[in-house]
């Protein structure tokens, strides 16, 4: 079955640990995008990505970092975490043609202590 | 530039009531629509979308969608809620242009009183 993945659901860490959260989708789609989202629920995104070696900055400032070896792998990078990363991370991935909007991951909740 | 704005952050109703989330665009193109459902502790589930063709959509759990290009309106109805349907909804706005991203709205929490 087509689907996106991410691991892990829920991590917590200590402050100045390096982090990579997973994403990955079998559905072959070209575009994928990571999102953080607030306890108020608003979206921001934050990467995305149209294709394998492409990756760019989204709307929001992140300290993190991703990268796109593999259409179907998309991981984010914290270098040092820290207290004001605790959020949800969502994984998204689409097709290159817009109507079918984004399938999305089942999220890491991430807290850093 | 396009963007969502969705009336009101939390709406409630009671269970068997009439749900209305609202949802505005803006749009220089003509824009394709979403409605996404998020359970606690999950990613976005897609309810129903719009992109040509009849302007009345269906989606699951009963939710439909009109699009209405003279208001710029996307709303979401269901005749009944149920108690299942307490979740986030986001409206979500894009176009066929280029490589044109998905704009979300901030959201509407929806509770349903027993």
């Known amino acids: 079955e087509a689907d996106i993945y991410q691991t892990p659901r829920y991590l917590v860490i200590g402050t100045g640990k390096k982090i990579t959260l997973e994403c990955s989708q079998t559905m072959g789609h070209d575009k994928m995008y990571w999102y953080q989202q607030d306890p108020g629920m608003e979206l921001h995104l934050i990467h995305y990505s149209y294709g394998v070696n492409s990756t760019e900055k989204g709307d929001l400032s992140s300290e993190s970092t991703v990268s796109r070896i593999r259409t179907e792998h998309f991981p984010l990078t914290l270098e040092s975490a820290r207290p004001s990363h605790t959020s949800q991370y969502l994984c998204?991935?689409?097709?290159?043609?817009?109507?079918?909007?984004?399938?999305f991951g089942s999220g890491t909740r991430l807290t850093v202590v | 530039a396009q963007s969502v704005t969705q009336l009101g952050s939390h709406v409630s109703v009671s269970e068997g009531a009439l749900v209305l989330l609202r949802c505005n665009y803006s749009s220089s193109v003509p824009p394709y629509l979403f409605w996404y459902v998020q359970y606690p502790n999950q990613g976005l589930q897609l309810l129903l979308k719009?992109?040509?063709?009849?302007?009345l959509v269906k989606g699951i759990n009963g939710f439909e969608a009109e699009f209405k290009k003279s208001e710029t309106s996307f709303h979401l109805t269901k005749p009944s809620a149920h108690m299942s349907d307490a979740a986030e909804y986001f409206c979500?706005?894009?176009?066929?242009?280029?490589?044109?991203?998905?704009?979300f709205g901030t959201g509407t929490r929806l509770t349903i009183i027993p």
């Open positions: 979500a706005v894009t176009s066929n242009f280029g490589n044109e991203k998905l704009t």
């Open positions: 719009y992109t040509t063709g009849a302007t």
């Open positions: 998204a991935s689409s097709e290159y043609i817009q109507g079918d909007g984004y399938t």
